[in-house]
Structures are given as structure tokens and as C-alpha cells.
């Protein structure tokens, strides 16, 4: 079955960029019944769509977070990547990657998820 987990550095210094990266098994992200996304959840806030990334490699980015984000992707490691430029405080939080059904838009794998905290 798939599964996918998190991983970078749980501490990073405003102004710099956030780095995490996906690694998936058992399902390749290139096939096309899926997409790839990251999702946050801020402390006691709710669930914040970042963006993902299709099967086909484009990357789709929501409105607020498009100007610092870029999603990518390592074929041939079966990854996908978040950066995220210029961090604040406000984007501490727990960040989720997730696998998208192309046909129902449904996030039907998470990864455990993993804090990333901004701080000086």
C-alpha cells in the first residue's frame, strides 16, 4: 500500500526557506490517477492548502502562498519537494504531504506530518 512521510529541518530562521520533502512508496507519482499535495495546519488553526503537483509535473499554488512557493518533483527518488521562501512566525506549523485521486479530488493518503517552526 502507499504510504508517505515527511522529512527537512524542524527549525528554520525568518527570512530564510522552508524545505521539506515527500518521499513515496508503493505508488509512483507519475501515474495518472494522482496528484501530490502539501497541506499545513498552523497551531490551532485549521487545515491550509499550499499547492500540489500532478501527475504530469504541473504545480498548482494557493493564491495566498503562490509569490513564495514552489513544489517539485524527483522522478526517479519518487519525491516531491516544498519550498517556501521568506518565512515569517505565521508559518510555523504542521506540514502534510498528501496524495490527491485525480478522478474525486479526494486526499486519501497523508503522510504523518511533521513541525516546522520559525523561529529566530
Known amino acids: 500500500q502507499v504510504q508517505l512521510a515527511e522529512s527537512g529541518p524542524g527549525l528554520v530562521k525568518p527570512s530564510q526557506t522552508l524545505s521539506l520533502t515527500c518521499t513515496v512508496s508503493g505508488e509512483s507519482i507519475t501515474t495518472n490517477d494522482y496528484h501530490w499535495s502539501w497541506i499545513r495546519q498552523p497551531p490551532r488553526k485549521g487545515l491550509e492548502r499550499i499547492g500540489y503537483?500532478?501527475?504530469?509535473?504541473?504545480?498548482y499554488y494557493s493564491p495566498s502562498l503562490k509569490g513564495r512557493t514552489t513544489i517539485s518533483r524527483d522522478t526517479s527518488k519518487n519525491q516531491f519537494t516544498l519550498q517556501l521562501s521568506s518565512v515569517t512566525p505565521e508559518d510555523t506549523a504542521v506540514y502534510y504531504c498528501?496524495?490527491?485521486?485525480?478522478?474525486?479530488?479526494?486526499?486519501?493518503?497523508w503522510g504523518q506530518g511533521t513541525l516546522v517552526t520559525v523561529s529566530s
Open positions: 498528501a496524495r490527491v485521486a485525480a478522478a474525486s479530488w479526494d486526499h486519501d493518503r
Open positions: 503537483i500532478d501527475y504530469s509535473g504541473s504545480t
